[in-house]
T-cell receptor, first 112, second 114 residues
Framework: TQLLEQSPQFLSIQEGENLTVYCNSS?????LQWYRQEPGEGPVLLVT?????EVKKLKRLTFQFGDARKDSSLHITAAQPGDTGLYLC????????????FGQGTILTVHP | GAGVSQSPSNKVTEKGKDVELRCDPI?????LYWYRQSLGQGLEFLIY????????KSGLPSDRFSAERTGGSVSTLTIQRTQQEDSAVYLC????????????FGQGTRLTVV
């Protein structure tokens, strides 16, 4: 069974601070996706990283896929209250071909 | 439709009753997934379909849970003899292919067993 360990589980910061969320596994994934979920809604895809070592930037968000394709990170620069939400990483492929394996999620709260 | 549609959006049922949750995926999406989410937590995989077949149903918690998909489109998740621990948000997602492609989620069905 492939598992994704996401940390931290909770993050409460002030507007303007930087933060990093980690997603780690002992298994190799063919790709890793990051989703953001707001209350009462389903998760929405932010980015997919496919190549080991890949770095993708989405405005103030930077996503990195580990060289061995076992881990990933999400870094947010100068967080805004609008960034508040549940962030989920999900691994695709590997031995769990055909399903997305999700981490436990990180609940981010950005205070004005 | 434009997105993944789930119904009902909320369901309150008595312990021991059966419930059916429905998912209408995006037209043309071959893969369909069911996940369960407890309050503020990650997503627990239940089952996924490729077309009408379910190659992986390993996440179904017990034999009280079953799912089917017909016509490569609509899927129904059935929970028999509901228990209080079944209370959660049940999320459905579809994607164009099996992996490495974006999964589009519905808004979920919030199931409360009283």
């Amino acid at each position: 069974t492939q598992l994704l360990e996401q940390s931290p589980q909770f993050l409460s910061i002030q507007e303007g601070e930087n933060l990093t969320v980690y997603c780690n596994s002992s298994s190799v994934f063919s790709s890793l996706q990051w989703y953001r979920q707001e209350p009462g809604e389903g998760p929405v895809l932010l980015v997919t990283v496919v190549t080991g070592g890949e770095v993708k930037k989405l405005k103030r968000l930077t996503f990195q896929f580990g060289d061995a394709r076992k881990d990933s990170s999400l870094h947010i620069t100068a967080a805004q209250p609008g960034d508040t939400g549940l962030y989920l990483c999900a691994g695709a492929g590997g031995t769990s071909y055909g399903k997305l394996t999700f981490g436990q999620g990180t609940i981010l709260t950005v205070h004005p | 439709g434009a997105g993944v549609s789930q119904s009902p959006s909320n369901k309150v049922t008595e312990k021991g009753k059966d419930v059916e949750l429905r998912c209408d995926p995006i037209s043309g999406h071959t893969a369909l997934y069911w996940y369960r989410q407890s309050l503020g937590q990650g997503l627990e995989f239940l089952i996924y379909f490729q077309g009408n077949s379910a190659p992986d149903k390993s996440g179904l918690p017990s034999d009280r849970f079953s799912a089917e998909r017909t016509g490569g489109s609509v899927s129904t998740l059935t929970i028999q003899r509901t228990q209080q621990e079944d209370s959660a948000v049940y999320l459905c997602a579809s994607s164009l292919f099996q992996t490495n492609t974006e999964a589009f989620f519905g808004q979920g069905t919030r199931l409360t067993v009283v």
